[in-house]
């Protein structure tokens, strides 16, 4: 059963939109309505590309990493969203703390009242 805070596996689409290979994404929550969409955000592990005080680092010394299913740190792209239907996420892989997923809404949820 799919929940917010969930890591699943995604084929996140090349920029030409042609299916590019299994990804990690967060699951954010399920939009309202009869679908099975959910609101989800990409992990990359390439932590450079990190946006201070936006996105969210994963770390191994992290309490919630080994139940995180990541192999890697990770960067938890919260500007990088996009809604799917929860019949092609390819399965769970792991979960996040709850604090760090409120966190991250939180965040997601600030940008979005100043912009």
């Not at 042609?18 to 967060?26: I, Q």
């Not at 995180?68 to 390819?90: C, M, N, P």
């Amino acid at each position: 059963m799919k929940q917010a805070g969930q890591i699943v596996l995604f084929r996140f689409p090349h920029t030409n939109l042609e299916e590019g290979k299994p990804r990690p994404a967060l699951l954010l929550g399920k939009l309202p309505g009869k679908y099975d969409d959910w609101l989800i955000c990409m992990i990359s592990s390439q932590i450079r590309h990190s946006i201070s005080d936006f996105d969210e680092i994963v770390e191994e010394a992290d309490t919630d990493f080994a139940d995180s299913g990541l192999k890697a740190a990770s960067l938890i792209r919260v500007g990088r969203l996009t809604v799917v239907d929860g019949e092609i996420l390819l399965g769970a892989i792991g979960q996040i703390a709850t604090d760090r997923l409120q966190r991250i809404k939180g965040r997601l949820a600030e940008w979005l009242l100043r912009s």
